[in-house]
């Protein structure tokens, strides 16, 4: 049985969640509060976090730093915010999907499995991953370069993340934005080119000519050992 954060300062709705999550096999666990949670999530060990982001005392977005300094469980916001800065913001900071409200909760129930699924399937055999001159650990997602650490934000740590569990195999354009961005950034091919150029900026010996981090044009992308 997953067991499943739920972050919500609403009553109403935080106990509509639960009732329909553990109808469907969830064990779950509610917080109303940003500081709550974080104690929530540090002593209960979720398999995913649902979180709201219009928190009493902190800010959802803050709540997802303070989860990403020394967690990677799966976070779906769960948010009447529908601009898209804040999404980006959420989704740059390490969400890994975002969910506007209103929603429909069979499709909520699907994404939490899938987030679940891909985190338990990312779980790597070899948590250490070498490509030339970079020392990539997944476990501690650090990225080292001729032996000097390499300072990388969460997005492109996630960009990183996913070539090096796929080493040497395409993945798709439409794969990265899904997982690096979420499910409505399937088709946003600028994030691919900006984030990508970056990294070979910061991990290439020749970013123009890179030998590591490969483009296959109107495809992906390709980690080459």
Request: net charge negative; proline share 5%.
């Amino acid at each position: 049985m997953s067991k499943v954060l739920v972050v919500d300062d609403e009553p109403a709705l935080a106990r509509a969640l639960a009732i329909n999550l553990r109808a469907h096999g969830w064990e779950v666990v509610t917080a109303a509060d940003g500081r709550s949670a974080l104690e929530a999530a540090a002593t209960e060990h979720p398999d995913v976090v649902v979180l709201d982001l219009g928190l009493p005392d902190l800010d959802g977005t803050e709540v997802i730093t303070g989860l990403r300094g020394w967690t990677s469980v799966p976070i779906v916001v769960l948010s009447a915010r529908q601009h898209g800065e804040d999404k980006v913001e959420a989704l740059d900071l390490g969400a890994d999907d975002y969910v506007t409200k209103p929603f429909a909760m069979n499709e909520l129930m699907a994404r939490l499995r899938a987030a679940v699924r891909r985190n338990q399937d990312a779980a790597p055999e070899q948590s250490v991953v070498e490509v030339g001159p970079l020392v990539i650990d997944l476990a501690r997602k650090r990225v080292a370069r001729d032996g000097v650490d390499v300072r990388l934000t969460p997005t492109e740590w996630s960009f990183l993340e996913l070539l090096a569990r796929n080493v040497g195999r395409l993945v798709t354009r439409e794969q990265v934005l899904r997982e690096v961005w979420g499910p409505a950034y399937e088709h946003e091919s600028h994030y691919l080119r900006v984030y990508a150029a970056q990294l070979r900026r910061k991990l290439e010996d020749d970013p123009a000519h890179p030998r590591h981090l490969i483009t296959s044009a109107g495809l992906g992308y390709t980690l080459e050992p």
